[in-house]
T-cell receptor, first 116, second 112 residues
Framework: EPEVTQTPSHQVTQMGQEVILRCVPISNHLYFYWYRQILGQKVEFLVS????????KSEIFDDQFSVERPDGSNFTLKIRSTKLEDSAMYFC??????????????FGEGSWLTVV | KQEVTQIPAALSVPEGENLVLNCSFT??????LQWFRQDPGKGLTSLLL?????REQTSGRLNASLDKSSGRSTLYIAASQPGDSATYLC???????????FGAGTRLFVKA
């Protein structure tokens, strides 16, 4: 079964450093998303991306965050200057179409980011 | 602003028991509701998706219902097994945008 793949599975970084999390969405999917889950808390929406631009972003997704689809297969989340509170599991997801009805969102296994 | 609540927060049952997990949401303007399973330290696995026009969906021992007008969904698990032990998340896709809003989940433990 097709799946969303994410790398790295775990990254430890120093506060203030830049981090890039990578994702390969399912190949025929057109909508891409990043979510995060701080330990013990809810899964939170960060950003959605379609047709090479951001469709929607949450208040969490401030200027330190950016997303990019650098080629036909990868979708990246960059955190410019990490803070301790950025420590979380980051999930990439994709869907064939927007959820205007019945399109399942498929999630990757997550990238666990620890900022020290 | 859409809020999703799941009750109970945790549940421990003996193997073989039928059980119901509850989800409620505050804004009935949704496109769909999706139930996910999350194992510790792992990603989210989609279990069932119910479109706003549907009342229920079934997959194997799982049955999910949706009452959009009252803002409720239930996930019914029949004949529970130890392998069902996981956190079950309810999530709704609102009509206002491209994001899915999650509940905090119900942590299920099925004892052998």
């Amino acid at each position: 079964e097709p799946e969303v793949t994410q790398t790295p599975s775990h990254q430890v970084t120093q506060m203030g450093q830049e981090v890039i999390l990578r994702c390969v969405p399912i190949s025929n999917h057109l909508y891409f998303y990043w979510y995060r889950q701080i330990l013990g808390q809810k899964v939170e929406f960060l950003v959605s991306f379609y047709n090479n631009e951001i469709s929607e972003k949450s208040e969490i997704f401030d200027d330190q965050f950016s997303v990019e689809r650098p080629d036909g297969s990868n979708f990246t989340l960059k955190i410019r200057s990490t803070k301790l509170e950025d420590s979380a599991m980051y999930f990439c997801a994709s869907s064939e179409l927007a959820n205007l009805g019945g399109n399942t969102i498929y999630f990757g296994e997550g990238s666990w980011l620890t900022v020290v | 602003k859409q809020e999703v609540t799941q009750i109970p927060a945790a549940l421990s049952v003996p193997e073989g028991e039928n059980l119901v997990l509850n989800c409620s949401f505050t804004d009935s303007a949704i496109y769909n509701l999706q139930w996910f399973r999350q194992d510790p330290g792992k990603g989210l696995t989609s279990l069932l998706l119910i479109q706003s026009s549907q009342r229920e969906q079934t997959s194997g021992r799982l049955n999910a219902s949706l009452d959009k007008s009252s803002g409720r969904s239930t996930l019914y698990i029949a004949a529970s097994q130890p392998g069902d032990s996981a956190t079950y998340l309810c999530a709704v896709e609102g009509t206002g945008g491209f994001k899915t809003i999650f509940g905090a989940g119900t942590r299920l433990f099925v004892k052998a």
